[in-house]
T-cell receptor, first 113, second 114 residues
């Protein structure tokens, strides 16, 4: 069966510091991968999605970036965090074989102080 | 692009009562409508989904209905239990071939009082 791992689970970072959140998917190949952000009390905002290695689409302009160095690895990064980057970040995957249903990881809480 | 509206934003029911959450969408090309349940501090979990060739789908106490003409779909939870308390998200999108993307509603916080 497929599993998704996301880390770290919680992170407290000072303004201006870098960020790296990592996500890996197991049990499937060539998945679509996604990064979503969920601000407190709000819905899910798609930040990036990827249909293959090195193929990244950005949905919202911001100071975040994403990379996909391997088929089942998706990384969310920032060179300099802003206070407004605080939130709950969710990695997700989907495949055509799984009906294109999106499955989420457990999320990473980021607090920028 | 697609836009999804979800109502109500909060819902409080007594244990054993039914709960209904409604969503509307704007893009008539959307063909996939999942519902997710999110417990505090966790990622959303898929609970039921429906595709545009089906009008209703049931899974035990949970059912989803879809009206493509009116572009709305609803989640029905019967005989609610305290463990149903969570935030529920609807989503809509066009799933085609190997690609698909979803637009999510803003969520409904459901509280089931014992």
């Amino acid at each position: 069966s497929q599993t998704i791992h996301q880390w770290p689970a919680t992170l407290v970072q000072p303004v201006g510091s870098p960020l790296s959140l990592e996500c890996t998917v197991e049990g499937t190949s060539n998945p679509n991968l996604y990064w979503y952000r969920q601000a407190a009390g709000r819905g899910l905002q798609l930040l990036f999605y990827s249909v293959g290695i090195g193929q990244i689409s950005s949905e919202v302009p911001q100071n975040l970036s994403a990379s996909r160095p391997q088929d089942r690895q998706f990384i969310l990064s920032s060179k300099k965090l802003l206070l407004s980057d605080s939130g709950f970040y969710l990695c997700a995957w989907s495949t055509h074989a799984a009906g294109n249903t999106i499955y989420f990881g457990e999320g990473s809480w980021l607090t920028v102080v | 692009g697609e836009n999804v509206e979800q109502h109500p934003s909060t819902l409080s029911v007594q244990e054993g009562d039914s709960a209904v959450i409604k969503c509307t969408y704007s893009d008539s090309a959307s063909n996939y409508f999942p519902w997710y349940k999110q417990e505090l501090g966790k990622g959303p979990q898929l609970i039921i989904d429906i595709r545009s060739n089906v009008g209703e789908k049931k899974d035990q106490r949970i059912a989803v209905t879809l009206n493509k003409t009116a572009k709305h779909f609803s989640l029905h939870i019967t005989e609610t239990q305290p463990e149903d308390s969570a935030v529920y998200f609807c989503a809509a999108g066009l799933v085609r071939g190997s690609q698909g993307n979803l637009i999510f509603g803003k969520g409904t916080k459901l509280s089931v009082k014992p």
